[in-house]
């Protein structure tokens, strides 16, 4: 929205800058017109010369410029209500998948608990007390979080999900990206203690859960690298260099994130790989066949 509205200030400011110069002129051509034919005759041959066009040729293109400028300002005839209305729509074409695919996969329902980091992306509370988050800001943080993982090579990246409904999607996402994951287990010190035969160095650990996977977070946090986490109402997004806001908890939920990270990824890698529709993450086709 705020890059919007900063294009539709620009666009206004333009458009005084514009008024301004026909307003300008058009004084300019009434000045020689009103002059006597002799005196208009010699103002024209000035101004010609001055811009080497007549004054007619002049005329066409402040017409033009006033034209234009009418396109561009023609959003201050809008009502503020409709004006909101046009931002939303364009938004929402830009997302990554429609409104409706969040709204059914419930990414937008957070917890009772909400932490101060998590607080201003909450919009409200339902009835029943839980958060719910922005769905417009859900889909930016899932893009910041796409072009951020970009940076790196797969394998110098590791994602922790200790939640069990996050497996299965999990599981997939590694198939097809290269990335390698830990679900059941996370073997602590695997980063830290080089002694350890399983040792081994990433860049970027993405944490599904800081409460679930603490112990990758801080030891990722302890070699000094890279953190992608995703965060319920009731997370702390401290040690994030970036962070997804989302409901952590439900399959379908993490299936859509797991589904846009995984396609993401593959575009921004340009790895050919055949991923399956949004269905089948969000579990809809296994229930339906």
Same mark, same amino acid.
């Given at each position: 929205?705020?890059?919007?509205?900063?294009?539709?200030?620009?666009?206004?400011?333009?458009?005084?800058?514009?008024?301004?110069?026909?307003?300008?002129?058009?004084?300019?051509?009434?000045?020689?017109?009103?002059?006597?034919?002799?005196?208009?005759?010699?103002?024209?041959?000035?101004?010609?010369?001055?811009?080497?066009?007549?004054?007619?040729?002049?005329?066409?293109?402040?017409?033009?410029?006033?034209?234009?400028?009418?396109?561009?300002?023609?959003?201050?005839?809008?009502?503020?209500?409709?004006?909101?209305?046009?931002?939303?729509?364009?938004?929402?074409?830009?997302?990554?998948?429609?409104?409706?695919?969040?709204?059914?996969?419930?990414?937008?329902?957070?917890?009772?608990?909400?932490?101060?980091?998590?607080?201003?992306?909450?919009?409200?509370?339902?009835?029943?007390?839980?958060?719910?988050?922005?769905?417009?800001?859900?889909?930016?943080?899932?893009?910041?979080?796409?072009?951020?993982?970009?940076?790196?090579?797969?394998?110098?990246?590791? !994602?922790?999900?200790?939640?069990?409904?996050?497996?299965?999607?999990?599981?997939?996402?590694?198939?097809?990206?290269?990335?390698?994951?830990?679900?059941?287990?996370?073997?602590?010190?695997?980063?830290?203690?080089?002694?350890?035969?399983?040792?081994?160095?990433?860049?970027?650990?993405?944490?599904?859960?800081?409460?679930?996977?603490?112990?990758?977070?801080?030891?990722? !946090?302890?070699?000094?690298?890279?953190? !992608?986490?995703?965060?319920?109402?009731?997370?702390?997004?401290?040690?994030?260099?970036?962070?997804?806001?989302?409901?952590?908890?439900?399959?379908?939920?993490?299936?859509?994130?797991?589904? !846009?990270?995984?396609?993401?990824?593959?575009?921004?890698?340009?790895?050919?790989?055949?991923?399956?529709?949004?269905?089948?993450?969000?579990?809809?086709?296994?229930?339906?066949?």
């Amino acid at each position: 929205m705020v890059e919007v509205i900063e294009n539709i200030e620009e666009n206004i400011e333009e458009g005084i800058d514009a008024v301004e110069e026909v307003l300008e002129n058009i004084e300019e051509l009434a000045e020689a017109e009103s002059v006597d034919e002799k005196k208009k005759k010699k103002t024209d041959k000035l101004k010609e010369k001055e811009t080497g066009k007549s004054i007619e040729e002049r005329k066409k293109e402040l017409l033009e410029k006033a034209k234009k400028l009418k396109e561009k300002i023609d959003v201050k005839d809008l009502t503020t209500e409709e004006l909101k209305e046009k931002i939303k729509i364009k938004k929402r074409t830009d997302m990554l998948i429609p409104l409706e695919e969040y709204v059914k996969a419930g990414i937008y329902l957070g917890t009772k608990v909400v932490t101060p980091e998590m607080k201003p992306f909450v919009y409200r509370r339902r009835a029943d007390g839980l958060a719910i988050f922005n769905t417009d800001t859900i889909d930016e943080k899932l893009k910041e979080a796409i072009e951020f993982m970009g940076q790196f090579d797969a394998k110098d990246i590791i !994602l922790v999900c200790k939640r069990s409904s996050g497996w299965r999607a999990a599981e997939m996402f590694s198939k097809l990206t290269g990335i390698r994951i830990f679900t059941k287990k996370y073997p602590a010190g695997i980063l830290t203690n080089t002694t350890l035969p399983n040792f081994f160095e990433n860049e970027l650990t993405i944490i599904m859960d800081h409460w679930l996977d603490k112990n990758a977070l801080n030891d990722t !946090l302890n070699v000094k690298k890279k953190v !992608l986490m995703v965060c319920d109402t009731n997370n702390f997004s401290k040690g994030a260099n970036k962070f997804i806001i989302g409901n952590n908890k439900s399959d379908r939920s993490l299936g859509v994130i797991f589904y !846009l990270l995984t396609k993401g990824y593959c575009n921004s890698k340009n790895i050919d790989a055949e991923i399956p529709e949004l269905d089948w993450w969000v579990g809809e086709e296994s229930s339906q066949g």
